[in-house]
């Protein structure tokens, strides 16, 4: 899904990611708690111009953020 916003949000994961993007483009995170049992978000294969600002993103057992063949993604503040 493309063109989605998130904000002021708690996204768990507790077996696998708080947040993941998989061939998905320009979303939006923001002031966000990211959790996942593996990583807190994933910006995977295909997903490009997605924006997660002003978030926490925290890995239980890998990476608090995680990047797979995907360009142009943005993160700050976080």
């Keep these: 899904a493309d063109h989605n916003a998130i904000s002021l949000s708690t996204l768990i994961g507790q077996s696998w990611d708080g947040f993941l993007v998989w061939n998905a483009d320009s979303n939006t995170v923001t002031q966000s708690y990211l959790w996942g049992g593996w990583f807190g978000a ?9 924006t997660i600002s002003l978030s926490t993103m925290i890995g239980q057992s890998w990476y608090g953020l995680y990047a797979d063949g995907a360009d142009s993604n943005r ?3 976080s």
């Design 42 to 50: 994933a910006i995977d294969t295909g997903s490009d111009y997605n």
């Design 75 to 77: 993160v700050t503040q």
